[in-house]
Structures are given as C-alpha cells and as structure tokens.
Nanobody, 129 residues
C-alpha cells in the first residue's frame, strides 16, 4: 500500500532551523501535488505549504511565509520542508499529504479527503524558547 514517511523533526531552540523530509512509496509521486500540514495539541490540523507536481508552483500559510521553503525531488520520491527562524508557535506534529490533484487544490490548506487521500504518520517538531 501507499506509504508516506516523514523524518527530520526534533527539538530546536527558537531561531533555529530544521529540514523535514517525506518519502513516498507505491505512489505516483511525480503526478501529485504534495503538502505539509501541522497540528498542535488542542488545535485543528492546518496547512503549512503546498507544491505542484513539478515543483513549479508553491504556496504557503501566512504564518510561515518567508521562513519555510517547500521543495521536492521527484526522482527520489521525496518532499522537503526547510524551516528557518523557528519560534515556539511552530511547535506541532508535522504531516505530509498527497493531493488527489496534480496542482495544489483550491483551499489547499484544508485537510479534506476530497483534496488529500494519503497521509504520513507525522514527525514532531518542538521549538523551545
């Protein structure tokens, strides 16, 4: 079955950086838009970033724009999220998701099953102040 496996999370001090990865298997990775979401305790899952199938277009949540960069390597079936200038507000479980579309869907930030049909198990990011 399809698997999405995130890695790269951890504990970092405020102002630091982390790079998350998401490797896909048994998925036509290069034919799907991919997204990063996060969920903090007691909060809803929120979209962080989305990237088109070819990496030619990206979009970000306002809260991370200018600090986070999404990229992908279709030859390696891998999605990345470079996170810089981290703050405690970025603390959350981070998930990658495969869209049912080749381009980021409208309202891409919504974790809806009609938009994303495969999810990873998540990687924890904790930012200390």
């Amino acid at each position: 079955q399809v698997q999405l496996v995130e890695s790269g999370g951890g504990l970092v001090q405020a102002g630091g950086s982390l790079r998350l990865s998401c490797t896909a298997s048994r998925l036509r990775f290069g034919a799907r838009a991919m997204a990063w979401f996060r969920q903090a305790p007691g909060k809803e899952r929120e979209g962080v970033s989305c990237i088109r199938w070819d990496g030619g277009r990206t979009t970000y949540a306002d809260s991370v724009n200018g600090r986070f960069t999404v990229s992908r390597d279709n030859a390696k079936n891998t999605l990345y999220l470079q996170m810089n200038s981290l703050s405690p507000e970025d603390t959350a479980m981070y998930y990658c998701a495969a869209s049912v579309y080749v381009s980021c869907p409208g309202s891409w930030h919504q974790a809806a099953p009609d938009k994303y049909n495969y999810w990873g198990q998540g990687t924890q990011v904790t930012v200390s102040s």
